[in-house]
């Protein structure tokens, strides 16, 4: 094997010319008849048991050449970019020039390489920290939760309904007269201002008491799921049986003794109030890196080939539906009921997926220059995280994820932190 020639035909791309001699060709050629010939069948011999020469002279000197090539490029290749040290960044592609027994075989490769990264003035980034102060409708907001969580539904039948009642009611609707398929129905439950029958069905419903008939005149939507109806006027015959509010307990000492580990209500406020500030700590040191990173994004020159791109949102749209499905939600569903294409979807993920390539990159050019590592015990500790995260043993980790990725990754992390060690906080 030797290198004809290295040239770069356009940014990240290079193209390999590869020729290989007509010894190594002959030896894969041979290669290729001793897989081939147990499927060979020739008039005079045993199946598997024709020489080369029989079955060439029958099928034609090349018959083995193209498993033979097939066999040698990816070989040949990877000897080339291990002596030229290139870094690919997804597989070459292929186009074979030369094909002879007495001189070889001549191909080109053509590769994506990894991209040429320049990245300036990482070091002493200022970011301010902006931490969210607690406001005491917050801290209310928690406690209505839990008071929510205790609710209960009683019946009022002292005053017309109103929106945010629970009611039950019967309906039928008739359009010119005439009822309409999907328009009835009895004891039906329906809370006022859910907006869950077309606009002014609800409206027209509140300010009616328990036991009372009457007529409601609504106009359906043009643009209605239902186009035997859509933008037609109707009239829904209405009666209402019953009348719910939701009544929350009170918030008293003994609520909170109930509901909570605490004694008191002013105990209670605290503890949300502290577990908030913590919250809120937390997401402010997140947002201040978020910050600093955006930075070194801004400060780094790099052309980035699509394919790290898509790969990235590849990665995306994968961690997607294993959120989705552990919400138990099918992804093709979920883009069903979206009305959104898989294409349109991976493009609303192509924003994120450069920014975090483009860091990436930054990353790992900036542990060149600076001579960062990341020592065997980082990885083991990669290992234990995910170990953690998924409830499975370290070893159960290591037969699913390479250990390369994880070096790479704790490198990366390595690398931000001696960007956000060295930052100005303000």
């Not at 290669?31 to 011999?45: D, E, L, M, Q, T």
């Amino acid at each position: 094997m030797s290198l004809k020639s290295n040239n770069k035909t356009e940014v990240n791309t290079i193209e390999l010319e590869i020729e290989v001699s007509a010894a190594d060709f002959e030896a894969a050629v041979q290669s290729a008849y001793i897989k081939a010939r147990n499927k060979i069948s020739v008039p005079g011999f045993r199946k598997g048991k024709a020489p080369r020469k029989m079955v060439e002279k029958m099928y034609g000197e090349g018959t083995f050449f193209e498993d033979a090539v097939n066999a040698l490029i990816p070989v040949e290749t990877q000897k080339v970019i291990d002596e030229e040290k290139i870094e690919l960044v997804d597989a070459p592609k292929y186009d074979v020039t030369s094909v002879n027994k007495e001189t070889g075989v001549v191909f080109k490769a053509v590769c994506t390489v990894r991209p040429e990264v320049k990245v300036s003035n990482y070091k002493g980034i200022e970011a301010e920290k902006v931490v969210k102060a607690v406001t005491d409708e917050e801290i209310d907001a928690k406690i209505n939760q839990m008071r929510e969580k205790g609710s209960r539904m009683i019946t009022v039948d002292d005053r017309a309904c109103q929106t945010g009642d629970s009611t039950v009611i019967d309906f039928e609707g008739f359009i010119d007269g005439v009822p309409f398929e999907g328009g009835k129905g009895e004891d039906f439950a329906l809370v006022l201002g859910s907006g869950q029958f077309i606009p002014g069905f609800e409206d027209q419903v509140a300010g009616h008491s328990i036991d009372e008939e009457f007529d409601v005149n609504v106009s359906f939507p043009e643009d209605y799921q239902m186009k035997e109806v859509a933008g037609k006027p109707a009239v829904f015959k209405v009666k209402l049986h019953e009348i719910k509010v939701k009544e929350l307990p009170e918030l008293d000492d003994e609520f909170v003794k109930d509901t909570s580990e605490f004694d008191t209500v002013d105990a209670l406020k605290d503890d949300i109030k502290k577990k908030l500030s913590e919250q809120y700590q937390k997401q402010s040191e997140t947002d201040t890196e978020n910050k600093i990173f955006d930075k070194v994004i801004e400060n780094t020159e790099v052309e980035i080939p699509q394919v790290m791109i898509e790969s990235r949102i590849s990665q995306m749209v994968e961690e997607a539906g294993q959120t989705l499905g552990a919400q138990g939600i099918n992804l093709d569903l979920y883009l069903q009921y979206m009305g959104m294409t898989m294409d349109a979807f991976r493009k609303s993920f192509e924003e994120r997926a450069k920014k975090d390539v483009t860091l990436r990159l930054a990353l790992e050019e900036i542990a060149k220059l600076e001579n960062i590592t990341a020592s065997d015990e980082d990885v083991e500790k990669g290992y234990q995280i995910l170990a953690d995260r998924y409830k499975v043993t370290p070893e159960q980790v290591k037969m699913a994820i390479p250990e390369y990725s994880i070096r790479e990754d704790a490198l990366a992390q390595n690398v931000a932190k001696f960007i956000t060690d060295s930052a100005v906080i303000k």
